[in-house]
């Protein structure tokens, strides 16, 4: 063949090969775009719903916010299980497989742990009880959504519902997906319960450094008072008369119109065993209903109308919780076309797939907020248990009761458990690690009584209660009468509830079931052998503290102490320790014009880092050469903001980071020291004593004093931020260390890199940081990295609701390469808000789709 006709050859051949793989490209590119999209959902034309009265519309903008239509109540909440449905049912899915201790049955025995932790507390059987104790109308409501979302998925198969029902069909074929029930609505209720638990972390870290052989001395001094005299509490003072709650301060009443860290159980009773075990069982669970860290909290404040442009109340909200793809949050609002008795809905506001009507938002009338209260509501109770008795004011009683439950595992065998409950609780240290009652080294006794030590649970939220009867209160009410009433129903977990109304009336109501203890505060696990240590009862609800119309023109909550010492019943002893309320407060007082809509925007991005003002003068006061002295020379004109691009905000971040670790040294493993408003209060009491044994290195001969070891700490952050960032301190950022990495719990962290690409969303450098305004949380143990975050935020302008503004941490579809799957995240980042539409004028000009549901 000669050279030409070879020439003509190949080049044939390599046009064909070219053919076959595009074509090859194109079909796997178009296969791949079908199976990516045939879960999206039909948001225009007509779709039959069966069970429905009448004709539902369902409108969504350009967010893919939805706004629902219908005449009844119920065919109002059976469309929003529909459209929950819709854009949301994996995630529904996964969080009642959660609540039920069934995530082993979708992933296998990675979740066995997990499972046994929640099946140990019953989350599902005490959903069941709350069920049969729901008044009718309530039922009614939770039926019609379960009604809904059963309409969604029938005639659908797992594939065309969510992509990652396909995802897990690679590895979990036989998976089926069940009916929806509204018991899977109510036990949802108590993974958001758990995420809010209070003092529980608290308490096992306490037992934790006593273990590791610190002294109580040493333990209180890490767990420093709530400092009144600098952070003002949400109400000063007030106190309880003749079974009432009153504020000491007559002047804070208007018209309307409508510790050192407590006491400790005895120290010689070592339950180290039994406490490592219950702590693994918690770890667990904190793997995918998010960790026990110092971001979780909330901002919440309410202005009068004598402080803003408006003359009307501004209300803004900003829960933080654990970052998740999507967020926890979906937006949406309820509209019943004529109001009446029977449809009394007109409201909207943030919902949580799974769950029927408006957890935080504004009806016509009423808007509300919440931040977590954060009272006492779990203790560890340390039990003395031999066979099948515990040990109860020197007499050996039978356990409460004992019960198996069976753990089905995708892909392996059943694992049957057996739970065990005192009166205080169900037994935590027998599902840890390898399911052995206790470690292999039984702790040393403290009584003579034979046996072994466990660790059982007590927390409110195990009793069943009517806080799905407050979210319909809620959106119902129209005036603060009505307002408190439904606050009385709203039990478990215990919010800061702040109200505003178009009145012009501002408010503030603690609810929630809170325990009144004999002996103890519940700062440390109490001895279960002395019922001395029981509960009694719970703050009767008209004892609890709230306000109206406060003189000073404003409500602040942000974790912070409910209120001074006058008043009779410990909530707790573990507030977060102030620093952004006060700061909340400072901004407000600090505007001497009246206060806008983007004022409170402002603020609520606001990055002061409150914890830094007492550590950067001694910073500066310490000698230094060559980088180390070019980058403490950021911190000179510094103005203590967290802003994304500060180089001093990057180089101060890290030197707190490395002085936390290399000064709380003696802390074990298992209790690192944190970074939020605690250890901000702990550290500012050591930069007043230089000396202090805490800044010693036990790992060296010398003796290292504050100065020392402040030095030491600017020198390591300077080596970390050139390794990373570069050898010129002024071009460092804080973005560039300070990241969020969106992941979906589930798949998200498969370990798969294909799988974790498809469902996740790339990193973001962000602003802010913890025991901020802006709290966007990271664990100095671990890195700069974010684990907690403003999940949305709100500001409702009650003089133009029209005028009110939101915005989600990622998008209201839970379908990824929707194009809402994290539409919303570059806004949330920079602080930017989108329209929350009140009026069916503006919603009218401002909808994309239109979707009818009919009989």
Same mark, same amino acid.
């Given at each position: 063949?000669?050279?030409?006709?070879?020439?003509?050859?190949?080049?044939?051949?390599?046009?064909?090969?070219?053919?076959?793989?595009?074509?090859?490209?194109?079909?796997? #590119?178009?296969?791949?775009?079908?199976?990516?999209?045939? !879960?999206?959902?039909?948001?225009?034309?007509?779709?039959?719903? &069966?069970?429905?009265?009448?004709?539902?519309?369902?409108?969504?903008?350009?967010?893919?916010?939805?706004?629902?239509?219908?005449?009844?109540?119920?065919?109002?909440?059976?469309?929003?299980?529909?459209?929950?449905?819709?854009?949301?049912?994996?995630?529904?899915?996964?969080?009642?497989?959660?609540?039920?201790?069934?995530?082993?049955?979708?992933?296998?025995?990675?979740?066995?742990?997990?499972?046994?932790?929640?099946?140990?507390?019953?989350?599902?059987?005490?959903?069941?009880?709350?069920?049969?104790?729901?008044?009718?109308?309530?039922?009614?409501?939770?039926?019609?959504?379960?009604?809904?979302?059963?309409?969604?998925?029938?005639?659908?198969? *797992?594939?065309?519902?969510?992509?990652?029902?396909?995802?897990?069909?690679?590895?979990?074929?036989?998976?089926? $997906?069940?009916?929806?029930?509204?018991?899977?609505? =109510?036990?949802?209720?108590?993974?958001?319960?758990?995420?809010?638990?209070?003092?529980?972390?608290?308490?096992?870290?306490?037992?934790?450094?006593?273990?590791?052989?610190?002294?109580?001395?040493?333990? #209180?001094?890490?767990?420093? @008072?709530?400092?009144?005299?600098?952070?003002? +509490?949400?109400?000063?003072?007030?106190?309880?008369?003749?079974?009432?709650?009153?504020?000491?301060?007559?002047?804070?009443?208007?018209?309307?119109?409508?510790? %050192?860290?407590?006491?400790?159980?005895?120290?010689?009773?070592?339950?180290?065993?039994?406490?490592?075990?219950?702590? *693994?069982?918690?770890?667990?669970?904190?793997?995918?209903?998010?960790?026990?860290?110092?971001?979780?909290?909330?901002?919440?404040?309410?202005?009068?109308?004598?402080?803003?442009?408006?003359?009307?109340?501004?209300?803004?909200?900003? +829960?933080?919780?654990?970052?998740?793809?999507? #967020?926890?949050?979906?937006?949406?609002?309820?509209?019943?076309?004529?109001?009446?008795?029977?449809?009394?809905?007109?409201?909207?506001?943030?919902?949580? !797939?799974?769950?029927?009507?408006?957890?935080?938002?504004?009806?016509?009338?009423?808007?509300?907020?919440?931040?977590?209260?954060?009272?006492?509501?779990?203790?560890?109770?340390?039990?003395?248990?031999?066979?099948?008795?515990?040990?109860?004011?020197?007499?050996?009683?039978?356990?409460?009761?004992?019960?198996?439950?069976?753990?089905?595992?995708?892909?392996?065998?059943?694992?049957?458990?057996?739970?065990?409950?005192?009166?205080?609780?169900?037994?935590?240290?027998?599902?840890?690690?390898?399911?052995?009652?206790?470690?292999?080294?039984?702790?040393?006794?403290?009584?003579?009584?034979?046996?072994?030590?466990?660790?059982?649970?007590?927390?409110?939220?195990?009793?069943?209660?009517?806080?799905?009867?407050? $979210?319909?209160?809620?959106?119902?009410?129209?005036?603060?009468?009505?307002?408190?009433?439904?606050?009385?129903?709203?039990?478990?977990?215990?919010?800061?509830?702040?109200?505003?109304?178009?009145?012009?009336?501002?408010?503030?109501?603690?609810?929630?079931?809170?325990?009144?203890?004999?002996?103890?505060?519940?700062?440390?696990?109490?001895?279960?052998?002395?019922?001395?240590?029981?509960?009694?009862?719970?703050? &009767?609800?008209?004892?609890?503290?709230?306000?109206?119309?406060?003189? %000073?023109?404003?409500?602040?909550?942000?974790?912070?102490?409910?209120?001074?010492?006058?008043? +009779?019943?410990?909530?707790?002893?573990?507030?977060?320790?102030?620093?952004? #309320?006060?700061?909340?407060?400072?901004?407000?007082?600090?505007?001497?014009?009246?206060?806008?809509?983007?004022?409170?925007?402002?603020?609520?991005?606001?990055?002061?880092?409150?914890?830094?003002?007492?550590?950067?003068?001694?910073?500066?006061?310490?000698?230094?050469?060559?980088?180390?002295?070019?980058?403490?020379?950021?911190?000179?004109?510094?103005?203590?903001?967290?802003?994304?691009?500060?180089?001093?905000?990057?180089?101060?971040?890290?030197?707190?980071?490395?002085?936390?670790?290399?000064?709380?040294?003696?802390?074990?493993?298992?209790?690192?020291?944190?970074?939020?408003?605690?250890?901000?209060?702990?550290?500012?009491?050591?930069?007043?004593?230089?000396?202090?044994?805490?800044?010693?290195?036990?790992?060296?001969?010398?003796? %290292?004093?504050?100065?020392?070891?402040?030095?030491?700490?600017?020198?390591?952050?300077?080596?970390?931020?050139?390794?990373?960032?570069?050898?010129? &301190?002024?071009?460092?950022?804080?973005?560039?260390?300070?990241?969020?990495?969106?992941?979906?719990?589930?798949?998200?962290?498969?370990?798969?890199? =294909?799988?974790?690409?498809?469902?996740?969303? +790339?990193?973001?450098?962000?602003?802010?940081?913890?025991?901020?305004?802006?709290?966007?949380?990271?664990?100095?143990?671990?890195?700069? %990295?974010?684990?907690?975050?403003?999940?949305?935020?709100?500001?409702?302008?009650? @003089?133009?609701?029209?005028?009110?503004?939101?915005?989600?941490?990622?998008?209201?579809?839970?379908?990824?390469?929707?194009?809402?799957?994290?539409?919303?995240?570059?806004?949330?980042?920079?602080?930017?808000?989108? &329209?929350?539409?009140?009026?069916?004028?503006?919603?009218?000009?401002?909808?994309?789709?239109?979707?009818?549901?009919?009989?």
């Amino acid at each position: 063949m000669d050279r030409a006709r070879l020439l003509r050859l190949l080049r044939r051949i390599g046009l064909w090969t070219l053919a076959v793989l595009t074509v090859l490209v194109l079909v796997v #590119s178009l296969g791949f775009a079908y199976i990516v999209r045939r !879960s999206f959902p039909t948001v225009d034309g007509e779709i039959a719903l &069966p069970g429905m009265s009448g004709q539902v519309d369902v409108w969504r903008d350009e967010r893919g916010i939805p706004q629902i239509y219908a005449d009844t109540a119920t065919d109002l909440f059976r469309a929003q299980g529909f459209v929950h449905a819709q854009d949301r049912f994996w995630e529904m899915d996964f969080r009642r497989h959660v609540t039920a201790g069934r995530l082993a049955e979708m992933f296998g025995e990675s979740q066995v742990e997990t499972d046994a932790t929640v099946r140990a507390m019953g989350w599902r059987k005490v959903a069941e009880q709350e069920w049969e104790i729901l008044d009718a109308t309530t039922r009614s409501y939770f039926t019609a959504y379960a009604e809904g979302v059963n309409a969604y998925l029938e005639g659908h198969s *797992s594939g065309e519902i969510s992509l990652e029902y396909t995802v897990l069909g690679l590895d979990n074929p036989d998976y089926e $997906i069940e009916p929806w029930s509204p018991v899977d609505s =109510i036990a949802w209720l108590k993974a958001m319960a758990w995420d809010l638990r209070g003092n529980l972390s608290d308490e096992l870290n306490r037992a934790t450094l006593a273990d590791a052989g610190l002294t109580p001395k040493q333990i #209180s001094q890490l767990y420093p @008072a709530y400092p009144t005299d600098r952070h003002k +509490p949400i109400i000063p003072d007030g106190t309880v008369t003749d079974g009432e709650f009153e504020l000491s301060d007559p002047a804070q009443v208007g018209e309307d119109d409508g510790g %050192e860290g407590g006491g400790e159980t005895d120290a010689t009773v070592d339950a180290t065993a039994a406490f490592g075990s219950a702590r *693994s069982a918690f770890d667990a669970l904190a793997a995918v209903t998010g960790p026990a860290i110092d971001g979780i909290g909330s901002n919440s404040w309410v202005v009068s109308g004598s402080r803003t442009e408006t003359g009307m109340p501004i209300l803004a909200n900003d +829960p933080h919780l654990a970052p998740s793809m999507p #967020s926890v949050w979906y937006q949406a609002g309820l509209r019943c076309r004529t109001l009446s008795e029977s449809c009394p809905f007109r409201v909207t506001g943030f919902t949580f !797939s799974g769950v029927p009507g408006i957890i935080i938002g504004h009806n016509a009338e009423v808007s509300w907020g919440f931040t977590n209260l954060g009272p006492d509501v779990t203790d560890l109770y340390v039990e003395r248990v031999d066979g099948d008795k515990y040990l109860v004011d020197g007499s050996w009683l039978p356990f409460e009761s004992v019960r198996e439950e069976t753990i089905k595992v995708a892909g392996g065998e059943p694992r049957t458990i057996t739970v065990r409950e005192t009166k205080h609780g169900p037994i935590m240290s027998d599902h840890g690690g390898a399911y052995d009652s206790l470690a292999a080294n039984p702790p040393t006794p403290k009584i003579n009584e034979g046996g072994e030590y466990a660790v059982a649970l007590q927390w409110t939220a195990l009793e069943p209660g009517r806080t799905a009867e407050a $979210i319909f209160a809620l959106n119902r009410a129209t005036n603060w009468p009505e307002f408190k009433a439904a606050a009385s129903r709203f039990e478990v977990p215990s919010q800061n509830m702040i109200y505003a109304d178009t009145s012009g009336n501002i408010g503030y109501q603690a609810p929630g079931k809170i325990p009144v203890r004999g002996t103890g505060d519940g700062t440390w696990p109490s001895p279960g052998w002395d019922s001395g240590y029981d509960w009694s009862g719970y703050i &009767p609800n008209e004892e609890l503290p709230y306000t109206i119309n406060p003189e %000073e023109g404003f409500i602040v909550t942000a974790n912070n102490e409910v209120i001074g010492e006058e008043y +009779p019943h410990l909530l707790t002893e573990d507030w977060a320790y102030g620093y952004r #309320s006060e700061r909340i407060r400072d901004m407000i007082e600090a505007d001497t014009d009246l206060l806008s809509i983007d004022d409170i925007r402002l603020m609520q991005m606001d990055g002061r880092n409150g914890g830094a003002a007492p550590v950067v003068p001694k910073l500066l006061a310490v000698g230094a050469e060559g980088t180390v002295k070019e980058a403490q020379d950021l911190l000179r004109d510094w103005n203590l903001q967290s802003d994304r691009d500060s180089a001093a905000s990057a180089f101060y971040n890290a030197t707190w980071r490395h002085l936390l670790l290399n000064t709380f040294d003696e802390l074990p493993d298992s209790a690192p020291p944190g970074g939020g408003e605690r250890w901000y209060e702990v550290v500012a009491k050591l930069m007043e004593q230089p000396d202090s044994p805490w800044w010693d290195d036990a790992a060296t001969p010398e003796v %290292e004093d504050r100065d020392a070891m402040l030095s030491r700490a600017m020198a390591d952050a300077v080596s970390e931020l050139t390794e990373r960032l570069g050898d010129d &301190p002024s071009s460092w950022r804080w973005d560039e260390l300070h990241t969020l990495t969106l992941t979906n719990p589930t798949l998200g962290t498969s370990g798969i890199g =294909i799988v974790e690409w498809l469902f996740n969303s +790339p990193p973001v450098g962000v602003a802010g940081g913890d025991g901020i305004v802006n709290a966007t949380g990271w664990n100095p143990a671990k890195g700069y %990295e974010v684990d907690a975050v403003p999940s949305m935020r709100m500001i409702v302008d009650l @003089a133009n609701l029209d005028g009110s503004w939101w915005v989600n941490l990622t998008g209201q579809s839970g379908h990824t390469f929707s194009a809402h799957y994290d539409d919303q995240v570059q806004m949330w980042r920079t602080g930017a808000l989108t &329209p929350m539409r009140w009026s069916d004028r503006d919603i009218e000009v401002t909808t994309r789709d239109r979707l009818k549901l009919t009989p």
